[in-house]
């Protein structure tokens, strides 16, 4: 009986952490799974009709990261193939909007694709902002396939430290 109880014990917590493992996955994913809605037809019409809409993907990852010090907000995210001119951003009360396209990027010739997994289209991803920020000092650049911003904080939400004097 004892095999049978380490059996049922063993099984228990396999089953346990793969829960916990699925849970952890979703939870991290959720922000960054991005949808993307397909591109205007008419602009991309070769591309379209070598790609049956029902094999393209409208979801995609868009991974992102939020820094908060003590002068500044950074957002980081990973737009790979995207250019500046790909991307629009704005600040919208305490809320990061960024917007843009991931144009559509592939082999020419007779081969035909077996396997698709990127997607393109236009997308849109948010990030709500934990302080307020200065949105018209804000500064974006684009490089090796990553956006990063840097939004200066509100003087009132970046806090004055108060010196004790004795006496």
Same mark, same amino acid.
């Given at each position: 009986?004892?095999?049978?109880?380490? #059996?049922?014990?063993?099984?228990?917590?396999?089953? /346990? %952490? #793969? @829960?916990?493992?699925? !849970?952890?996955?979703?939870?991290? &994913?959720?922000?960054?799974?991005? !949808?993307?809605?397909? +591109?205007?037809?008419?602009?991309?019409?070769?591309?379209?009709?070598?790609?049956?809409?029902?094999?393209? %993907?409208?979801?995609?990852?868009?991974?992102?990261?939020? *820094?908060?010090?003590?002068?500044?907000?950074? =957002?980081?995210?990973? =737009?790979?193939?995207? +250019?500046? $001119?790909?991307?629009?951003? $704005?600040?919208?009360?305490?809320?990061?909007?960024?917007?843009?396209?991931?144009?559509?990027?592939? $082999?020419?010739?007779? @081969?035909? *694709?077996? =396997?698709?997994?990127?997607?393109?289209? /236009?997308?849109?991803?948010?990030?709500?902002?934990?302080?307020? =920020?200065?949105?018209?000092? &804000?500064?974006?650049?684009?490089?090796? @396939? +990553?956006?990063?911003?840097?939004?200066?904080?509100?003087? !009132?939400?970046?806090?004055?430290?108060? $010196? +004790?004097? %004795? @006496?």
């Amino acid at each position: 009986m004892d095999k049978l109880a380490e #059996l049922k014990h063993g099984l228990e917590e396999t089953w /346990h %952490s #793969l @829960g916990e493992g699925w !849970r952890q996955l979703r939870e991290r &994913a959720s922000e960054s799974l991005t !949808r993307f809605t397909p +591109v205007n037809r008419s602009r991309h019409s070769l591309e379209d009709a070598a790609s049956p809409p029902a094999l393209a %993907s409208n979801w995609g990852l868009l991974a992102g990261d939020l *820094y908060e010090d003590g002068e500044q907000i950074v =957002v980081r995210l990973e =737009v790979p193939g995207m +250019v500046k $001119e790909d991307l629009d951003l $704005e600040v919208r009360g305490d809320v990061l909007f960024i917007r843009g396209e991931k144009r559509l990027e592939q $082999e020419q010739g007779d @081969g035909r *694709y077996r =396997v698709r997994q990127c997607t393109f289209g /236009h997308f849109r991803r948010s990030f709500r902002l934990p302080a307020p =920020v200065i949105a018209e000092k &804000a500064r974006a650049k684009c490089s090796n @396939g +990553v956006l990063r911003i840097e939004l200066p904080k509100e003087e !009132r939400a970046r806090g004055r430290r108060i $010196e +004790v004097r %004795s @006496g």
